[in-house]
C-alpha cells in the first residue's frame, strides 16, 4: 500500500505540475501503472471539481469516463459526502449507484499545487464490504431513514429497504414504482408533493416536503422527502435522489403537545388560549355573515363547600360531570371551555339577527340550567350544582373580542349575587358596575 500510494504520488505530481521528469519514458512507465491500477485516482480544483481521473476511479463512482470531468463537484457523485477528509484520513461513504447504494471508501491524500488528490479503494474483501452495507441498512433501519431514486420521466424507482417499511410494505414484498409512490401519498398531500418535485426539476431548488402516506391497512404515517436532481453531461435533469424519514412519531408528538397548550388537562376541555383564539375569529366571521354570537360566562355555586368537604378527588368528579353536561346541551359548533377553577365559558355561534336578543339570552341560558340542575349521581355521593350566568352578545353588548369577555364576565358576577341560578346580560356595564360596588359595602 505505502508504494502504491508513492507512485500515485509520483504520477499526481507529474500531471499536475508538468513535465518534471527527465525521463518520457519513466512517465509513461507511471502512467501505464496508474491506468492498470485498481485503485481510482482523482485531481480535483478548489471548487472540488474533477479536472482528472484515472479508469478505475470511474468504474468505482459506477460512471462513463466521459461524465466525470466537468463543473460538477465530487459531491454529486458521492452524495453523503459533506466535506473532504483530512489528508491520509480514510472515511466511508454511501454512493448512490444505479444499482442501488453501496459502500465507497476514499482517503486523500497530499495537496500538489493547490489541486487535491483523491484516492479511491476498491471492495478487495467482499466480506468487510457486505458486513459495511449491513450496518449501513441497519443504521437506516432504526434511524427511520431510507434512500430513493427516481427515473425521471418514467416509472423506475428505486428504494432501499427501509423505505418500504415506511409506505406499509415489507422489504421485497412490491417492487416500487413512481405509480405505486404517487398512489400511497394521501389525497390532500398528492398535488403539493407533485408540484415540489416539478419545482425541483425545473428550477434545481432543494425538494424538502413532509406529507402524509396511506398504508394498505388504511392506517395514516407522515413522511419527510427531500432530494435533488441528478443531471447528464447536457447539463438535463435526468433523476432524481434523496432521502425519506418516518415522521409519525414527531407529528405524534407535536399534536400531543399543541393539545396540552390547549386544551384543560382535567375535563379535555378548550382552555382560555384556544377559546381567545376561536373568539378572534368568530367576531370577524359574524360580521361578515351578519349574525349574532353569545359568549356565556358560567360560574358554579356551592362548588367550594364539596370540595371542602369532601376532597378535592370528588370536586375533579363534579368538574368532569359538568363539562359532560354542557358538551352534551349545545351544538357540536359552539364550544364550551374551561377558564379554571369552577368557570366555565360557552361560544354560542351562528344566531339569527331576527331574534330579540332578551329572547335569545333568556332560550340560552334555559338550555344550560336545564343541563346543569337535575342531581349529580356519582360514586362519591348525589350532588347538587347551581350556576352563575353571564350573557354577553354581539355586536349589541359589545364589538371586540376584550369587550365582549368583560361585558360576560361582569354579568356573571352580577348574577351571582342575586341568587342562585341566576342570569343576567351585558348591556349596560356601567350599571352592572355599579351594582357590584354597592354590593361590596
Request: proline share 5%; glycine share 6%.
Amino acid at each position: 500500500m505505502t508504494l502504491l500510494l508513492a507512485a500515485i504520488l509520483l504520477i499526481a505530481l507529474s500531471l499536475a505540475c508538468g513535465a518534471l521528469w527527465r525521463s518520457r519514458r519513466q512517465a509513461a512507465t507511471f502512467k501505464a501503472l496508474l491506468k492498470l491500477s485498481p485503485n481510482g485516482l482523482l485531481l480535483l480544483d478548489r471548487q472540488q471539481r474533477i479536472v482528472w481521473h484515472n479508469p478505475a476511479a470511474a468504474r468505482l463512482l459506477g460512471q462513463p469516463r466521459q461524465h466525470l470531468p466537468g463543473h460538477l463537484p465530487l459531491a454529486h457523485w458521492l452524495p453523503s459526502l459533506r466535506s473532504l477528509p483530512a489528508p491520509m484520513e480514510r472515511i466511508e461513504l454511501v454512493l448512490a449507484a444505479e444499482d442501488g447504494p453501496r459502500q465507497q471508501d476514499l482517503t486523500r491524500l497530499p495537496d500538489i499545487n493547490g489541486q487535491t488528490v483523491i484516492l479511491l479503494h476498491p471492495e478487495t474483501d467482499l466480506q468487510s464490504s457486505t458486513e459495511a452495507m449491513e450496518r449501513f441498512k441497519r443504521s437506516q433501519y432504526f434511524a427511520q431513514i431510507g434512500t430513493w431514486d427516481w427515473h425521471i420521466g418514467t416509472d423506475q424507482l428505486y428504494w432501499s429497504e427501509a423505505i418500504y417499511g415506511m409506505f406499509g410494505y415489507k422489504p421485497g414484498e412490491i417492487t416500487p414504482s413512481y405509480s405505486l409512490f404517487c398512489n400511497s401519498v394521501h389525497p390532500d398531500d398528492r398535488e403539493h408533493v407533485l408540484e415540489g418535485e416539478l419545482r425541483c426539476i425545473e428550477t434545481g431548488e432543494n425538494h424538502d416536503e413532509e406529507y402524509r402516506v396511506i398504508w394498505p391497512d388504511g392506517s395514516v404515517h407522515w413522511v419527510r422527502e427531500t432530494g435533488n436532481v441528478v443531471k447528464n453531461e447536457q447539463g438535463e435533469p435526468v433523476r432524481m435522489m434523496g432521502i425519506v424519514r418516518d415522521i409519525t412519531n414527531e407529528k405524534r408528538s407535536a399534536n400531543e403537545l399543541r393539545k396540552l397548550a390547549h386544551r384543560d388537562p382535567l375535563t379535555g376541555l378548550p382552555n382560555r388560549l384556544m377559546l381567545e383564539q376561536q373568539l378572534g375569529a368568530a367576531i370577524p366571521r359574524a360580521r361578515t355573515q351578519d349574525q349574532r354570537l353569545a359568549l356565556v360566562f358560567i360560574d358554579l355555586n356551592r362548588f367550594k363547600s364539596i370540595n371542602d368537604q369532601y376532597g378535592h378527588a370528588t370536586g375533579d368528579s363534579v368538574l368532569m360531570e359538568v363539562a359532560k353536561r354542557l358538551r352534551s346541551a349545545v351544538r357540536n359548533s359552539d364550544m364550551v371551555a374551561r377558564l379554571g377553577g369552577d368557570e366555565f365559558v360557552v361560544l354560542f355561534e351562528g344566531l339569527p339577527r331576527s331574534n330579540a336578543v332578551e329572547a335569545e339570552a333568556q332560550r340560552i341560558s334555559e338550555q344550560l340550567f336545564t343541563a346543569l340542575t337535575p342531581p349529580m349521581q356519582l360514586q362519591e355521593g348525589e350532588f347538587h350544582i347551581g350556576a352563575s350566568l353571564g350573557v354577553a352578545v354581539f355586536p349589541d353588548h359589545a364589538v371586540t373580542m376584550d369587550k365582549l369577555i368583560h361585558a360576560a364576565d361582569l354579568a356573571m358576577y352580577t348574577a351571582k349575587r342575586s341568587g342562585n341560578n341566576q342570569y343576567r346580560l351585558g348591556d349596560d356595564l356601567h350599571t352592572q358596575a355599579q351594582l357590584l360596588q354597592s354590593t361590596k359595602h
